[in-house]
């Protein structure tokens, strides 16, 4: 089969298009026919080397949508057909994968591969974000950094579905736009406005309640400054690079803040919560509630073009990979 492949940690070219091996699932494992991959910021680490991979050469790829091609043994609740969906570190960017059954969820026939590979990752990420990490309700007030992302956009239009009152920031026009036209309330170009001065008008002094950033270095220390005092600094990704170690005093002088860098795997690490995380995204896709844009596909085969437009700030909601 065809597969994307990391040799060396570095830009987009050391993504290579190769022909490997198919396994076949070992014990508790499923082999899934990918019909989309989905492109997550998270690629770029571990193609970069910000993250690493348990060793090289790798395939790249962290979430796919596909049919179960074969099942491992002990394995119950999948069949050859099923419609299912995943997210698993590495692995993803090739016409198959074996992946542990517990990291699979059945589709609803109402969400196709695209939406699914566009969504899975990101959306279980927006749902824990909101309803664990910090339990927004309505009356709240939010930050969310570049709220015109994959992440941001579903953030944006389910933080609104909860009631609370959306900030966004984004870095262009047309991404602020986006970003309105998704239902924040107010959208801030971070590119050319002071993002903490414009937050602090808008809730006349008083701040938010929490910021997700997951924007990192370039938004730190500023988000900090965005918030209420006991507000809560929720650091979840570093698209602009990793944000330096920080003196805890910083907390203290800022508003008795709390911070927190959570990662999806250590929520869906448990079967029942990542279904009812799973049933929980499903509901509000399928009800049409939250609106999965899959606005770039590439082939399989151009995953390095894909990764340029990432990085480049050019792509806005979602991107797929065609294998
Ligand atoms: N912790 C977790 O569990 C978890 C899970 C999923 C994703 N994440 C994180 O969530 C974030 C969003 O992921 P995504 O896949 O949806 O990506 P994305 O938001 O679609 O793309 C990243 C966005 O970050 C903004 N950005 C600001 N400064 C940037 C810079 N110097 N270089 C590149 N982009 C910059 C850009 O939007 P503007 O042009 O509008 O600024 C860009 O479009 C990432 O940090 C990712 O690592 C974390």
């Known amino acids: 089969m065809n597969a994307i492949v990391v040799h ?3 830009g987009p070219e050391v993504l290579s298009f ?20 989905g492109v997550n910021y998270i690629d770029t680490y571990f193609r970069s080397g910000v993250y690493k ?44 994968t074996v992946v542990p059954a517990k990291s699979v969820v059945k589709l609803p026939g109402s969400i196709g591969f ?38 941001g956009l579903i953030l944006t239009q389910w933080a609104k579905l909860i009631g609370a009152t959306v900030i966004g920031t984004a870095g262009s026009p047309e991404k602020v736009e986006l970003a309105r036209a998704n239902g924040a309330d107010h959208v801030i170009d971070y590119t050319k406005e002071d993002f903490v001065a414009r937050v602090r008008e808008i809730t006349e002094g008083r701040g938010v309640d929490v910021v997700y950033d997951g924007v990192g270095k370039a938004t730190f220390p500023a988000s900090l400054d965005t918030l ?19 003196d805890i005093l910083l907390l203290s002088q ?20 990542l279904l009812e995380q799973a049933e929980n995204l ?25 990764h340029r437009a990432l990085a480049s700030r050019k792509t806005t909601g979602a991107t797929v990979l065609l294998p």
């Open 53 to 96: 991979a348990p060793q090289l050469p790798f395939v790249l790829g962290n979430e796919a949508a596909g049919e179960i091609e074969a099942v491992g043994e002990g394995v119950d609740e999948f069949v050859p057909g099923d419609r299912v969906a995943y997210t698993h570190t590495l692995g993803a960017y090739a016409e198959r």
């Open 8 to 10: 060396a940690y570095g």
């Open 282 to 306: 499903f509901g509000v896709i399928g009800g049409g509630k939250v609106n999965i844009a899959v606005n770039a596909r590439f082939p399989l085969r151009e995953a390095a073009d894909a």
């Open 254 to 273: 800022k508003g008795s803040l709390y911070a927190t860098r959570p990662t999806l795997n250590v929520y869906t690490a448990h079967r029942e919560t």
């Open 228 to 246: 209420r005092p006991l507000g809560l600094f929720v650091s979840f990704g570093n698209a602009s690079g990793v944000i330096e170690a920080f």
């Open 114 to 151: 695209e939406t699914a590979a566009g969504s899975l990752l990101k959306g279980l990420t927006a749902e824990y974000l909101l309803h664990r990490t910090f339990k927004v309700e309505p009356g709240h007030t939010i930050l969310i950094h570049a709220a015109a992302g994959g992440v």
């Open 18 to 37: 190769e022909t490997v091996p198919v396994r076949q699932p070992g014990p508790g494992e499923v082999l899934v026919a990918n019909k989309a991959v």
